[in-house]
């Protein structure tokens, strides 16, 4: 067995080293833009410094879902706003996307649904418009462990790019260690990402090396990116609480990943719980390729979410659906994506019916 696997990784190691790596800047995280939990997540495989879960999940770690009671609804969108015009064909001052995501668990597993929407035809950011549907599948398989996949299909057009199409598949895998000396609900995450045809602008898509070269004025280097994201794209996180009081709860996570085999990549993320209702979030990215090629930010982007309960009236829909009770949390985001690029995001997420927190009561011989 160890064989085996030593020989597949061989392959997609020697397999990734016979393409160039040179995707447009940003195009690693291009799913992860469409809300403020991905915007300030810190990309996490661990579900987080303070562990939460939403549709949208599935992008870093499909896994992760297992463990959602209730079906959840998501909405969000994201406006970028661009302040830097010389570039020719590159004048667009706005772009956006958004986001509509479906959560369904049952007595099997939890299913996923998440469509997406990105339009980006910036210089600094030139990984074009597209639209791309996600569906995953998750199980917890033991109270402290859980796995699952995803399936991923998109279409690509626009102005910076050639028409392409997407079709891919991920794997993950959660593991919740529990207390560990003064670490708390200590976390560990691991996924396999973009296993399949990936997006490829064709000869209009600039690579993150065409800012560095548009700096130098080699111009004839412009047009040389490659495809994206990167192909079998390898994650790892770790996460845990280090303070929890009955008011406040800090929690911080790092994971690592390695794009196509040819970058690597480090975020970083912390997070406190203020009460149960108030959720400040923040993350930073160090890309090693994209850091190199002047397409950098040393800025960490900022969240706040919060979570408001609300009751439906005696015999409503909602109430005879066993949802009586349910809970929304919204919440809003900002992150400085390069120089000229930032991101201000907005989203709500509803979660139907209130989660089961307590064990069930067993009554032996009906209390005689």
């Known amino acids: 067995m160890k064989k085996i696997v030593g020989a597949v990784l061989a392959s997609v190691l020697c397999g990734s080293a016979l393409f160039a790596y040179n995707p447009p800047a940003g195009a690693q ?7 403020p939990q991905l915007l300030t997540g810190a990309n996490s495989a661990a579900g987080g410094g303070i562990f939460g879960a939403t549709p949208a999940s599935i992008i870093n770690n499909p896994a992760l879902t297992a463990w959602e009671q209730r079906s959840t609804l998501d909405l969000a969108g994201t406006l970028f706003v661009n302040s830097n015009t010389d570039y020719p064909n590159f004048d667009n001052t706005l772009g956006g996307s958004f986001q509509g ?3 369904i668990p049952s007595r099997w597993c939890v299913s996923t649904l998440l469509v997406q ?12 418009n597209s639209f791309n549907f996600t569906g995953g599948l998750s199980k917890d398989i033991t109270d402290q462990v859980s796995v699952g996949m995803t399936a991923n299909f998109g279409l690509l057009y626009g102005d910076a790019v050639n028409s392409d199409w ?8 959660y593991y919740n260690y529990g207390d560990l000396f003064f670490m708390k609900n200590l976390r560990f995450g691991v996924s396999m990402n973009n296993i399949g045809k990936m997006y490829s ?4 898509t600039l690579g993150i090396e065409s800012v560095k070269n548009f700096k130098d004025e080699k111009y004839e280097d412009m047009s040389d990116g490659t495809s994206w994201p990167g192909i079998a794209t390898i994650r790892t996180g770790i996460a845990a609480s280090f303070l929890k009081t009955d008011v406040m709860e800090l929690g911080s996570s790092l ?3 390695v794009p196509a085999f040819q970058n690597f990549v480090m ?6 719980q203020l009460w149960d209702f108030l959720k400040i979030s923040s993350a930073w990215e160090f890309d090693v390729r994209e850091f190199a090629n002047d397409a950098k930010n040393i800025i960490p982007s900022i969240g706040v979410s919060f979570k408001f309960i609300f009751s439906s009236k005696e015999g409503s829909y909602m109430a005879n659906k066993g949802w009586a009770q349910s809970d929304m949390t919204v919440s809003g985001a900002y992150r400085n994506l390069y120089k000229d690029v930032n991101a201000v995001s907005a989203g709500a997420l509803l979660n139907l019916g209130m989660a089961d927190t307590k064990a069930p009561e067993v009554i032996m011989w009906d209390g005689e």
């Not at 997407?166 to 895998?173: H, Q, V, Y």
């Open 255 to 257: 994971d690592f990943s």
């Open 101 to 103: 995501g479906l959560l």
């Open 166 to 173: 997407t079709l891919s598949a991920a794997f993950g895998a």
């Open 201 to 204: 602008g064709g000869d209009k």
């Open 117 to 128: 929407g990105i339009w980006t035809d910036f210089f600094a950011m030139p990984v074009g």
């Open 29 to 35: 995280n291009v799913l992860r833009l469409t809300e």
């Open 267 to 272: 975020d970083l993320g912390l997070q406190i």
